[in-house]
């Protein structure tokens, strides 16, 4: 349904379905307003930031029994049941709850790898910081910088995605990235292609890097073991 809202929070609500129901992938991501490989990363543990779960059926926007329906018929289309409620809030700067100040960072460093297009004065507004700390992330002098790990800004809940995409498609127009203020379908594809194949290919790596470890290990111990032996044999009388 291409006039149907999407959750609140797509890759948290995806992230549920897929860990808690057996619906397909398509459907999640028809639901969610995702590409399906996105949910397929999720699913597959290779997505860059780790989503936190959010259950759609604690919010509204799906029953059990649509859940069950879906799960029944997997060409079935899931419908919301409630829209998400508009955030509106007034003038004035952006108020942070201090649980959630820790996260700011990781936000940040999120849209600047993600969105590169976004203004730092955008940013400021959208997260609730400064210039300087944006400053720091970008340039990696930030005090913390070793302990910053990008994170969807809208996971951490220091912003709605509406708020989200809203800023970027207009940082997306000023740049002039194309006429409508939006980076065509065939674009984000591509660039989701090719961030999840770039995961893969780390995880490869990892694990290869992993198991040289382990046979280096064995062969480091294998060597001092028969070193260990002719030492002995030589001390025999």
């Not at 597959?44 to 018929?73: F, N």
């Not at 460093?109 to 944006?134: M, Y």
């Not at 995605?161 to 498609?169: C, G, I, M, N």
Request: include cysteine.
């Amino acid at each position: 349904m291409a006039d149907q809202p999407t959750p609140l929070m797509p890759h948290a609500t995806a992230t549920w379905l897929v860990d808690n129901t057996g619906l397909s992938f398509e459907q999640i991501a028809d639901f969610c307003g995702l590409h399906i490989l996105e949910v397929q990363a999720m699913a597959d543990d290779l997505a860059s930031s780790k989503y936190t779960g959010r259950d759609p059926l604690h919010s509204g926007e799906l029953t059990q029994e649509e859940i069950e329906r879906g799960q029944a018929d997997p060409s079935y289309t899931l419908k919301m049941q409630k829209a998400p409620v508009e955030v509106t809030r007034t003038k004035g700067p952006r108020y942070t709850p201090v649980s959630k100040r820790q996260d700011k960072p990781d936000g940040i460093a999120w849209i600047l790898r993600n969105h590169p297009e976004v203004s730092d004065a955008q940013i400021g507004k959208l997260i609730g910081t400064t210039r300087t700390t944006i400053g720091a992330i970008r340039d990696r002098t930030h005090w913390n910088i070793q302990n910053i790990q990008p994170k969807d800004p809208v996971t951490l809940g220091l912003c709605s995605q509406r708020e989200l995409d809203a800023v970027v498609a207009k940082a997306a127009k000023k740049a002039g990235i194309d006429g409508e203020g939006a980076v065509p379908v065939a674009d984000r594809t591509s660039e989701k292609d090719k961030l999840i194949e770039e995961l893969r290919a780390e995880r490869d790596a990892n694990a290869k890097a992993a198991a040289e470890a382990v046979q280096e290990a064995e062969a480091a111990a294998w060597l001092e073991a028969k070193r260990a032996g002719e030492a002995e044999d030589g001390n025999q009388p």
